[in-house]
């Protein structure tokens, strides 16, 4: 008998990430919608996350948080949807997947927040925006997906955080940028999970912050 899989979150939320994720992988799973300033601080649900924070999985008895991890751990635990390169492959992968998830993160919210890392470059992770922004371009303009012509996990995530910081403005945009996300968003899966988060906007998305 197959593990079962649950999966929570908010459809405003990072959670859109692991829901294309989900979709990808064509796994059966069970979705847990919380709501901010009530379920998702509950202790039930700080059993499985103690930050208070979406999305989260559980698959049998396995617990996964942060968006990079679930994604990396999905494409290991359903290995039929070809979503993770073999072992021996796996530099490209790794680098972007969390290249996105530390320096490329980081860079954009504190420019969003106007924190500047000038004259302190060699303390923060990422150095500069600037210099975060142009990786970015050179990693997505030299094949058609991170990892050369395979789509994979790498892409879900990095494309997630390209597709937010083009519609939301924290990301400049620039013809190779547009190009990646056109070239990622244009997935079933990724049309999939974008109509079920918007069809439970209605319901599940209560005017709150992003957790």
């Known amino acids: 008998m197959s593990k079962s899989l649950t999966f929570y979150t908010n459809p405003m ?18 979705t847990v919608y919380l709501t ?13 996350n103690p930050m208070g924070k979406v999305p989260a999985i559980k698959h049998g008895d396995t617990v996964v948080t942060e968006c990079a991890a679930i994604c990396a751990y999905l494409a290991d635990a359903f290995p039929d949807a070809g979503l993770a390169p073999p072992l021996s492959d796996r530099g490209s992968y790794y680098r972007w997947m ?5 320096p490329l993160e980081s860079a954009t919210m504190n420019k969003a927040m106007g924190v500047s890392t000038e004259g302190h470059q060699q303390m923060a992770g990422y150095g500069d925006f600037d210099t975060t922004r142009n990786t970015l371009i050179q990693a997505v303009s030299g094949s058609d997906y991170l990892c050369g012509d395979t789509f994979t ?4 995530y990095v494309g997630s955080q390209v597709g937010w910081g083009l519609e939301f403005g924290t990301i400049p945009t620039s013809p ?14 990724w049309q999939r999970a974008n109509e079920i988060d918007n069809a439970a906007m209605a319901e599940h998305g209560p005017a709150a912050p992003v957790e």
Not at 98 to 102: I, K, L, Q
Not at 153 to 156: G, I, M
């Open 13 to 30: 939320s990072r959670g859109r990430i692991a829901r294309w994720m989900l979709e990808e992988v064509g796994a059966r799973y069970e």
């Open 36 to 48: 901010y300033g009530d379920t998702i601080k509950r202790a039930d649900y700080l059993a499985i």
């Open 153 to 156: 996990a790498a892409d879900v």
């Open 98 to 102: 969390f290249f996105a998830a530390g």
């Open 176 to 189: 190779e940028l547009e190009a990646y996300r056109d070239r990622v968003y244009g997935r079933e899966a």
